[in-house]
Protein backbone atom coordinates (compact mmCIF):
# COMPACT_ATOMS: atom_id res chain seq x y z
CA UNK A 1 0.00 0.00 0.00
CA UNK A 2 2.67 2.41 0.84
CA UNK A 3 4.58 1.32 -2.13
CA UNK A 4 1.41 2.30 -4.12
CA UNK A 5 1.01 5.50 -2.52
CA UNK A 6 4.78 6.60 -2.99
CA UNK A 7 4.61 5.98 -7.11
CA UNK A 8 1.15 8.04 -7.59
CA UNK A 9 3.38 10.62 -5.38
CA UNK A 10 6.06 10.57 -7.19
CA UNK A 11 3.73 10.63 -10.79
CA UNK A 12 2.51 13.59 -9.37
CA UNK A 13 5.09 15.32 -8.74
CA UNK A 14 6.65 14.87 -12.11
CA UNK A 15 3.52 15.69 -13.82
CA UNK A 16 3.95 18.99 -11.63
CA UNK A 17 7.63 19.83 -12.87
CA UNK A 18 6.49 18.92 -16.33
CA UNK A 19 3.55 21.52 -16.34
CA UNK A 20 5.28 23.67 -13.93
CA UNK A 21 8.37 23.83 -17.24
CA UNK A 22 5.61 24.27 -19.95
CA UNK A 23 4.26 27.42 -18.39
CA UNK A 24 4.74 30.75 -19.67
CA UNK A 25 6.02 33.12 -17.07
CA UNK A 26 4.58 36.27 -16.83
CA UNK A 27 6.17 39.52 -16.29
CA UNK A 28 7.30 40.72 -13.53
CA UNK A 29 5.14 43.71 -11.31
CA UNK A 30 6.29 45.85 -8.89
CA UNK A 31 5.61 43.42 -5.74
CA UNK A 32 6.40 40.00 -7.56
CA UNK A 33 9.41 38.59 -5.98
CA UNK A 34 12.06 37.81 -8.52
CA UNK A 35 12.40 34.10 -8.77
CA UNK A 36 15.08 31.54 -10.07
CA UNK A 37 13.62 30.56 -13.71
CA UNK A 38 15.25 28.47 -15.79
CA UNK A 39 14.64 30.18 -18.83
CA UNK A 40 15.23 29.23 -23.06
CA UNK A 41 18.14 30.85 -25.04
CA UNK A 42 16.04 30.39 -28.09
CA UNK A 43 14.08 33.53 -28.86
CA UNK A 44 10.45 33.14 -27.90
CA UNK A 45 8.00 32.26 -30.41
CA UNK A 46 5.91 36.43 -31.49
CA UNK A 47 2.33 36.15 -30.98
CA UNK A 48 1.12 37.80 -34.02
CA UNK A 49 -2.24 37.08 -36.51
CA UNK A 50 -1.85 35.51 -39.09
CA UNK A 51 -0.73 37.54 -42.50
CA UNK A 52 -4.01 35.52 -44.09
CA UNK A 53 -6.80 36.64 -41.77
CA UNK A 54 -9.25 38.76 -42.86
CA UNK A 55 -11.30 41.27 -41.36
CA UNK A 56 -15.27 40.84 -40.31
CA UNK A 57 -17.97 42.12 -42.79
CA UNK A 58 -17.40 45.89 -41.85
CA UNK A 59 -14.31 46.28 -43.43
CA UNK A 60 -14.11 46.91 -47.19
CA UNK A 61 -11.88 45.50 -50.50
CA UNK A 62 -9.42 48.03 -49.77
CA UNK A 63 -8.50 45.58 -47.04
CA UNK A 64 -7.45 43.09 -49.67
CA UNK A 65 -4.44 45.13 -50.50
CA UNK A 66 -1.36 43.98 -48.71
CA UNK A 67 -0.12 45.53 -45.83
CA UNK A 68 2.95 48.23 -46.77
CA UNK A 69 6.29 46.47 -45.97
CA UNK A 70 8.56 48.52 -43.53
CA UNK A 71 11.75 47.42 -42.93
CA UNK A 72 14.85 48.69 -41.33
CA UNK A 73 18.62 49.56 -42.50
CA UNK A 74 19.56 47.86 -39.79
CA UNK A 75 19.59 44.37 -38.21
CA UNK A 76 18.49 42.81 -35.35
CA UNK A 77 20.59 42.79 -32.31
CA UNK A 78 19.11 39.21 -31.38
CA UNK A 79 19.92 37.46 -28.22
CA UNK A 80 22.33 39.95 -26.30
CA UNK A 81 21.92 37.79 -23.03
CA UNK A 82 24.89 35.65 -21.32
CA UNK A 83 24.26 32.24 -21.79
CA UNK A 84 24.73 29.49 -19.12
CA UNK A 85 24.68 26.06 -20.34
CA UNK A 86 22.79 23.29 -18.08
CA UNK A 87 22.10 20.14 -18.68
CA UNK A 88 18.42 19.60 -18.79
CA UNK A 89 16.98 18.31 -22.11
CA UNK A 90 18.68 18.90 -25.72
CA UNK A 91 18.37 23.00 -25.49
CA UNK A 92 20.57 25.29 -23.18
CA UNK A 93 19.06 27.24 -20.76
CA UNK A 94 19.89 30.55 -19.12
CA UNK A 95 19.33 30.97 -14.96
CA UNK A 96 18.65 34.39 -13.41
CA UNK A 97 19.12 34.07 -9.89
CA UNK A 98 17.48 35.52 -7.44
CA UNK A 99 17.62 39.83 -7.36
CA UNK A 100 18.60 40.35 -3.93
CA UNK A 101 22.05 38.05 -4.72
CA UNK A 102 23.39 40.03 -7.96
CA UNK A 103 23.03 43.53 -9.64
CA UNK A 104 19.98 43.83 -11.47
CA UNK A 105 20.83 43.80 -15.07
CA UNK A 106 20.29 46.67 -18.07
CA UNK A 107 19.71 46.34 -21.98
CA UNK A 108 21.14 49.38 -23.70
CA UNK A 109 19.90 49.44 -27.25
CA UNK A 110 21.53 52.43 -29.17
CA UNK A 111 20.24 53.73 -32.85
CA UNK A 112 21.98 56.99 -32.83
CA UNK A 113 21.24 60.65 -32.09
CA UNK A 114 22.95 63.79 -30.80
CA UNK A 115 23.76 61.74 -28.21
CA UNK A 116 26.39 59.76 -30.44
CA UNK A 117 27.18 62.71 -32.88
CA UNK A 118 30.42 64.34 -33.37
CA UNK A 119 31.43 66.84 -36.29
CA UNK A 120 32.35 65.18 -39.65
CA UNK A 121 35.34 66.85 -41.07
CA UNK A 122 34.38 64.97 -44.55
CA UNK A 123 30.69 66.46 -44.72
CA UNK A 124 31.80 70.78 -43.97
CA UNK A 125 32.11 69.51 -39.60
CA UNK A 126 28.17 68.83 -39.41
CA UNK A 127 26.96 66.80 -36.89
CA UNK A 128 27.27 62.80 -37.61
CA UNK A 129 26.72 59.65 -35.32
CA UNK A 130 30.16 57.54 -34.59
CA UNK A 131 29.97 54.23 -34.51
CA UNK A 132 31.29 52.57 -31.17
CA UNK A 133 31.55 55.60 -29.65
CA UNK A 134 29.02 55.30 -26.83
CA UNK A 135 30.36 51.84 -25.90
CA UNK A 136 33.45 53.55 -25.29
CA UNK A 137 32.27 55.61 -23.87
CA UNK A 138 29.93 53.53 -21.32
CA UNK A 139 33.06 51.04 -20.35
CA UNK A 140 34.63 54.46 -18.53
CA UNK A 141 31.91 55.82 -16.38
CA UNK A 142 32.79 54.72 -13.02
CA UNK A 143 28.86 55.54 -11.80
CA UNK A 144 27.93 52.53 -13.72
CA UNK A 145 30.50 49.78 -12.71
CA UNK A 146 31.59 51.10 -9.05
CA UNK A 147 28.58 51.51 -7.54
CA UNK A 148 26.86 48.26 -6.13
CA UNK A 149 23.19 49.97 -6.79
CA UNK A 150 23.85 50.45 -10.28
CA UNK A 151 22.49 47.47 -12.74
CA UNK A 152 24.99 45.44 -14.79
CA UNK A 153 24.80 47.45 -17.90
CA UNK A 154 25.12 45.04 -21.82
CA UNK A 155 24.60 47.54 -24.54
CA UNK A 156 24.28 47.13 -28.32
CA UNK A 157 24.86 49.60 -31.19
CA UNK A 158 22.75 48.95 -33.94
CA UNK A 159 24.63 49.27 -37.49
CA UNK A 160 24.87 52.12 -39.10
CA UNK A 161 23.64 54.36 -36.52
CA UNK A 162 20.81 56.68 -38.03
CA UNK A 163 19.36 59.91 -37.51
CA UNK A 164 16.19 59.82 -35.89
CA UNK A 165 14.49 61.57 -38.87
CA UNK A 166 15.28 58.40 -40.96
CA UNK A 167 13.52 56.07 -38.06
CA UNK A 168 9.82 54.39 -39.06
CA UNK A 169 8.18 51.50 -38.30
CA UNK A 170 10.35 49.30 -39.56
CA UNK A 171 13.09 50.44 -37.16
CA UNK A 172 10.37 50.32 -33.91
CA UNK A 173 9.69 46.78 -34.93
CA UNK A 174 13.15 45.86 -35.01
CA UNK A 175 13.15 47.03 -31.36
CA UNK A 176 10.12 45.55 -30.46
CA UNK A 177 11.52 42.42 -31.39
CA UNK A 178 15.26 42.48 -29.66
CA UNK A 179 12.98 43.58 -26.15
CA UNK A 180 11.17 40.23 -27.25
CA UNK A 181 13.89 37.90 -27.49
CA UNK A 182 15.94 39.59 -24.69
CA UNK A 183 12.77 39.94 -22.23
CA UNK A 184 13.11 37.49 -19.42
CA UNK A 185 17.21 38.02 -19.22
CA UNK A 186 16.87 41.91 -18.27
CA UNK A 187 15.34 43.95 -15.97
CA UNK A 188 14.61 46.80 -18.21
CA UNK A 189 15.82 48.65 -20.87
CA UNK A 190 17.05 51.79 -22.08
CA UNK A 191 16.55 52.73 -25.99
CA UNK A 192 19.22 55.74 -26.98
CA UNK A 193 17.78 57.68 -29.99
CA UNK A 194 17.81 61.16 -31.25
CA UNK A 195 14.85 63.49 -30.39
CA UNK A 196 13.15 64.52 -33.33
CA UNK A 197 10.99 61.48 -33.51
CA UNK A 198 11.29 59.99 -30.19
CA UNK A 199 7.77 60.74 -29.17
CA UNK A 200 6.67 58.70 -32.29
CA UNK A 201 8.75 55.79 -31.22
CA UNK A 202 8.04 55.64 -27.46
CA UNK A 203 4.04 55.76 -28.37
CA UNK A 204 4.82 53.24 -31.13
CA UNK A 205 6.18 50.52 -29.27
CA UNK A 206 3.34 51.47 -26.30
CA UNK A 207 1.29 50.09 -28.18
CA UNK A 208 3.49 47.19 -29.99
CA UNK A 209 4.54 45.31 -26.33
CA UNK A 210 1.44 44.02 -24.88
CA UNK A 211 1.47 43.09 -21.18
CA UNK A 212 4.81 44.79 -20.76
CA UNK A 213 5.68 44.15 -17.29
CA UNK A 214 9.24 45.79 -17.24
CA UNK A 215 10.62 49.64 -18.09
CA UNK A 216 11.30 50.37 -21.25
CA UNK A 217 13.12 53.82 -20.88
CA UNK A 218 13.72 56.37 -24.42
CA UNK A 219 16.62 58.97 -24.58
CA UNK A 220 18.92 60.94 -25.77
CA UNK A 221 20.63 64.22 -25.75
CA UNK A 222 20.21 68.33 -27.09
CA UNK A 223 24.28 67.95 -27.08
CA UNK A 224 26.40 65.22 -27.79
CA UNK A 225 28.37 62.97 -24.85
CA UNK A 226 31.79 63.89 -26.34
CA UNK A 227 31.04 67.45 -25.54
CA UNK A 228 32.74 68.93 -21.93
CA UNK A 229 29.32 70.32 -20.90
CA UNK A 230 26.06 68.05 -22.20
CA UNK A 231 22.81 67.07 -21.30
CA UNK A 232 23.98 63.23 -22.26
CA UNK A 233 25.74 61.81 -19.29
CA UNK A 234 23.19 62.87 -16.60
CA UNK A 235 20.04 61.72 -19.23
CA UNK A 236 22.02 58.67 -19.50
CA UNK A 237 22.36 57.06 -16.26
CA UNK A 238 18.89 58.41 -14.99
CA UNK A 239 17.80 56.63 -17.72
CA UNK A 240 19.24 53.46 -16.75
CA UNK A 241 18.36 53.85 -13.23
CA UNK A 242 14.44 54.12 -14.21
CA UNK A 243 14.92 50.95 -15.94
CA UNK A 244 16.52 49.21 -13.28
CA UNK A 245 13.11 50.19 -11.33
CA UNK A 246 10.64 47.87 -9.57
CA UNK A 247 7.32 50.42 -9.87
CA UNK A 248 7.63 50.86 -13.63
CA UNK A 249 6.08 48.80 -16.17
CA UNK A 250 5.70 50.69 -19.47
CA UNK A 251 7.64 53.09 -22.10
CA UNK A 252 9.11 56.08 -20.64
CA UNK A 253 10.86 58.84 -22.00
CA UNK A 254 13.80 60.51 -19.32
CA UNK A 255 15.02 64.02 -20.72
CA UNK A 256 16.16 66.61 -18.46
CA UNK A 257 14.86 66.19 -15.29
CA UNK A 258 11.39 64.14 -15.77
CA UNK A 259 10.03 60.68 -16.29
CA UNK A 260 7.35 61.12 -18.83
CA UNK A 261 4.62 58.65 -19.99
CA UNK A 262 5.92 57.53 -24.07
CA UNK A 263 2.70 57.44 -25.16
CA UNK A 264 1.51 61.13 -23.59
CA UNK A 265 5.02 62.96 -25.04
CA UNK A 266 5.52 64.90 -27.24
CA UNK A 267 8.66 67.24 -28.61
CA UNK A 268 8.16 71.01 -27.16
CA UNK A 269 11.26 72.51 -27.93
CA UNK A 270 14.59 72.47 -30.00
CA UNK A 271 16.80 74.42 -28.37
CA UNK A 272 16.21 73.53 -24.48
CA UNK A 273 17.12 70.89 -22.37
CA UNK A 274 13.37 70.26 -21.42
CA UNK A 275 12.63 69.37 -24.84
CA UNK A 276 10.02 66.42 -23.97
CA UNK A 277 6.78 67.68 -21.95
CA UNK A 278 3.11 65.33 -21.94
CA UNK A 279 0.44 68.64 -21.70
CA UNK A 280 -2.50 66.59 -20.49
CA UNK A 281 -0.29 64.11 -17.57
CA UNK A 282 1.75 64.97 -15.20
CA UNK A 283 5.41 63.70 -15.49
CA UNK A 284 5.37 60.15 -13.58
CA UNK A 285 8.64 61.20 -11.87
CA UNK A 286 10.74 64.04 -11.54
CA UNK A 287 14.53 64.64 -9.72
CA UNK A 288 16.17 67.23 -7.94
CA UNK A 289 18.14 66.48 -4.93
CA UNK A 290 15.72 63.66 -4.49
CA UNK A 291 13.22 61.66 -7.26
CA UNK A 292 9.75 62.36 -6.33
CA UNK A 293 7.67 59.94 -8.40
CA UNK A 294 3.91 60.42 -8.57
CA UNK A 295 2.71 56.57 -7.67
CA UNK A 296 -0.60 56.61 -8.17
CA UNK A 297 0.14 57.66 -11.90
CA UNK A 298 2.09 54.44 -12.46
CA UNK A 299 0.25 52.05 -14.59
CA UNK A 300 -0.42 48.61 -12.95
CA UNK A 301 1.38 45.49 -13.20
CA UNK A 302 0.20 43.30 -16.30
CA UNK A 303 -2.04 40.06 -15.90
CA UNK A 304 -0.66 38.47 -18.90
CA UNK A 305 2.30 37.21 -20.39
CA UNK A 306 4.75 39.47 -22.43
CA UNK A 307 3.68 39.48 -26.61
CA UNK A 308 4.57 41.90 -29.19
CA UNK A 309 2.52 43.20 -32.17
CA UNK A 310 5.59 45.02 -34.32
CA UNK A 311 2.84 44.72 -37.52
CA UNK A 312 1.91 48.08 -38.45
CA UNK A 313 -0.44 49.41 -41.47
CA UNK A 314 0.69 53.58 -42.28
CA UNK A 315 -1.62 53.89 -44.98
CA UNK A 316 -2.99 56.97 -44.02
CA UNK A 317 -2.79 60.77 -44.06
CA UNK A 318 -2.64 63.45 -41.20
CA UNK A 319 -4.36 66.75 -42.43
CA UNK A 320 -3.78 70.09 -40.71
CA UNK A 321 -6.77 72.85 -41.48
CA UNK A 322 -6.38 76.55 -41.36
CA UNK A 323 -8.61 79.11 -41.53
CA UNK A 324 -10.28 79.64 -45.53
CA UNK A 325 -8.49 76.21 -46.50
CA UNK A 326 -9.58 75.10 -50.35
CA UNK A 327 -12.08 72.18 -49.75
CA UNK A 328 -12.13 71.13 -53.08
CA UNK A 329 -7.97 70.65 -53.01
CA UNK A 330 -8.81 68.00 -49.24
CA UNK A 331 -11.22 66.42 -51.15
CA UNK A 332 -9.20 65.80 -54.03
CA UNK A 333 -6.54 64.54 -51.79
CA UNK A 334 -8.33 62.34 -49.74
CA UNK A 335 -10.45 60.87 -53.08
CA UNK A 336 -6.92 60.29 -54.41
CA UNK A 337 -5.84 58.53 -51.45
CA UNK A 338 -8.77 56.38 -51.09
CA UNK A 339 -7.94 54.91 -54.68
CA UNK A 340 -4.20 53.89 -53.09
CA UNK A 341 -6.53 51.64 -50.18
CA UNK A 342 -6.15 54.64 -47.99
CA UNK A 343 -6.95 53.16 -44.64
CA UNK A 344 -7.05 56.19 -41.89
CA UNK A 345 -7.41 59.44 -41.97
CA UNK A 346 -6.41 61.97 -38.85
CA UNK A 347 -7.61 65.60 -39.15
CA UNK A 348 -5.87 68.33 -36.87
CA UNK A 349 -9.09 70.74 -36.14
CA UNK A 350 -9.87 73.90 -34.04
CA UNK A 351 -10.40 73.58 -30.60
CA UNK A 352 -12.56 70.84 -29.11
CA UNK A 353 -12.83 69.51 -32.60
CA UNK A 354 -14.35 72.19 -34.93
CA UNK A 355 -14.23 72.85 -38.36
CA UNK A 356 -16.18 75.54 -40.34
CA UNK A 357 -19.96 74.97 -40.38
CA UNK A 358 -20.65 76.33 -43.89
CA UNK A 359 -18.14 73.65 -44.99
CA UNK A 360 -21.20 70.98 -46.07
CA UNK A 361 -19.02 69.72 -49.16
CA UNK A 362 -16.09 68.81 -46.87
CA UNK A 363 -18.53 66.76 -44.26
CA UNK A 364 -19.65 65.08 -47.14
CA UNK A 365 -15.96 64.32 -48.34
CA UNK A 366 -15.59 62.65 -44.73
CA UNK A 367 -18.60 60.61 -44.45
CA UNK A 368 -18.27 59.01 -48.00
CA UNK A 369 -14.88 57.99 -46.63
CA UNK A 370 -16.17 56.44 -43.38
CA UNK A 371 -18.66 54.53 -45.40
CA UNK A 372 -16.18 53.17 -48.10
CA UNK A 373 -14.10 52.00 -44.41
CA UNK A 374 -11.58 54.90 -43.91
CA UNK A 375 -11.06 55.88 -40.12
CA UNK A 376 -11.58 59.40 -39.90
CA UNK A 377 -10.12 60.69 -36.23
CA UNK A 378 -10.57 64.12 -35.35
CA UNK A 379 -7.51 65.78 -32.73
CA UNK A 380 -7.30 69.47 -31.57
CA UNK A 381 -4.50 71.83 -32.79
CA UNK A 382 -4.21 72.83 -28.72
CA UNK A 383 -1.37 71.16 -27.25
CA UNK A 384 -3.13 70.86 -24.53
CA UNK A 385 -7.01 70.11 -23.96
CA UNK A 386 -9.19 67.32 -25.39
CA UNK A 387 -11.39 66.87 -28.59
CA UNK A 388 -15.36 66.99 -27.68
CA UNK A 389 -17.13 66.29 -30.89
CA UNK A 390 -20.68 66.68 -29.27
CA UNK A 391 -19.94 69.56 -27.58
CA UNK A 392 -20.83 72.51 -30.28
CA UNK A 393 -23.07 72.19 -33.23
CA UNK A 394 -20.36 71.91 -35.88
CA UNK A 395 -18.94 68.97 -33.76
CA UNK A 396 -22.26 67.71 -34.02
CA UNK A 397 -21.82 67.37 -38.00
CA UNK A 398 -18.33 65.09 -38.14
CA UNK A 399 -20.26 62.96 -35.29
CA UNK A 400 -22.82 61.83 -37.57
CA UNK A 401 -20.16 61.76 -40.40
CA UNK A 402 -18.56 58.84 -38.70
CA UNK A 403 -15.81 60.90 -37.26
CA UNK A 404 -14.32 59.20 -34.62
CA UNK A 405 -12.39 61.44 -31.28
CA UNK A 406 -9.28 61.24 -30.72
CA UNK A 407 -9.66 63.18 -27.27
CA UNK A 408 -6.72 64.31 -25.51
CA UNK A 409 -3.91 62.00 -27.48
CA UNK A 410 -0.86 63.59 -28.99
CA UNK A 411 -0.58 63.53 -32.42
CA UNK A 412 2.33 60.66 -32.10
CA UNK A 413 -0.20 58.76 -29.61
CA UNK A 414 -3.19 59.03 -32.56
CA UNK A 415 -1.10 57.94 -35.43
CA UNK A 416 0.64 55.10 -34.21
CA UNK A 417 -2.72 53.74 -32.11
CA UNK A 418 -4.58 54.42 -35.22
CA UNK A 419 -0.97 52.50 -37.62
CA UNK A 420 -1.36 49.74 -34.98
CA UNK A 421 -4.94 49.06 -34.71
CA UNK A 422 -5.24 48.67 -38.06
CA UNK A 423 -2.00 46.64 -38.80
CA UNK A 424 -3.39 43.76 -35.94
CA UNK A 425 -5.78 42.36 -39.32
CA UNK A 426 -8.14 40.37 -37.18
CA UNK A 427 -9.98 43.54 -35.85
CA UNK A 428 -12.61 44.79 -38.15
CA UNK A 429 -13.25 48.61 -39.60
CA UNK A 430 -15.61 49.21 -36.63
CA UNK A 431 -13.48 47.78 -34.17
CA UNK A 432 -10.71 49.79 -34.74
CA UNK A 433 -12.94 52.72 -34.52
CA UNK A 434 -14.05 51.76 -30.76
CA UNK A 435 -11.15 50.85 -29.78
CA UNK A 436 -9.54 54.32 -30.80
CA UNK A 437 -11.66 55.64 -28.17
CA UNK A 438 -10.47 53.43 -25.75
CA UNK A 439 -7.74 53.82 -23.49
CA UNK A 440 -5.15 51.10 -23.96
CA UNK A 441 -1.92 52.12 -22.20
CA UNK A 442 -2.48 55.13 -20.45
CA UNK A 443 -2.92 57.43 -23.58
CA UNK A 444 -6.27 58.91 -22.93
CA UNK A 445 -7.37 60.31 -19.74
CA UNK A 446 -10.89 59.21 -18.16
CA UNK A 447 -13.70 60.93 -19.37
CA UNK A 448 -14.78 61.22 -15.45
CA UNK A 449 -10.73 63.17 -14.70
CA UNK A 450 -11.15 65.68 -17.83
CA UNK A 451 -11.96 69.57 -17.01
CA UNK A 452 -15.15 70.01 -18.34
CA UNK A 453 -15.82 71.87 -21.57
CA UNK A 454 -17.32 75.50 -21.11
CA UNK A 455 -20.77 76.18 -20.15
CA UNK A 456 -21.02 72.36 -19.99
CA UNK A 457 -21.91 72.58 -15.60
CA UNK A 458 -25.02 73.72 -14.31
CA UNK A 459 -22.95 76.37 -12.68
CA UNK A 460 -21.42 77.85 -15.41
CA UNK A 461 -24.91 77.75 -17.23
CA UNK A 462 -26.12 80.09 -14.26
Not at 35 to 46: A, G, W, Y
Not at 117 to 124: E, F, I, K, R, V
Not at 254 to 275: I, P, Q, W
Not at 298 to 315: E, K, L, Q, W
Request: proline share 6%; charged share 20%; net charge negative.
Amino acid sequence: MSKSIATLALVALVALCAQHESMVTSAFSANDVFQTRRLSSKPLSVSLAPDDVSNSDATTSSSSAPLPIHTSVARDAGPLFKQDCCEDGDSPCTVIPHRGLIRKRVLVLCTGGTLTMSADPTNGNSLAPVQGALTEYLAGMRELTDDPEMPEVISHEYKPLIDSSDMGPGDWAMLARDIHTNYYHFDGFVILMGTDTMAYAASALSFMLQNLGKPVVFTGSQIPLREPYNDARKNLIMATIFASSDTVSEVCIFFHDRLLRGCRATKVNTSKLKAFDTPNLPPLAEIGINIEENEHLFRAPPRGSFRINPTMDTRMITLRLVPGFDDASIKAIIDAARQTHLKGLILQLYGTGNLPSIKDDFVQCLRDATDAGVVVVATTQCQSGSVILGHYATGQKLIGAGVVSASDMTIEATTTKLAYLLGRQDLSIDEVRDLMTVDLRGEITPESEMTPPPLASAYQKA
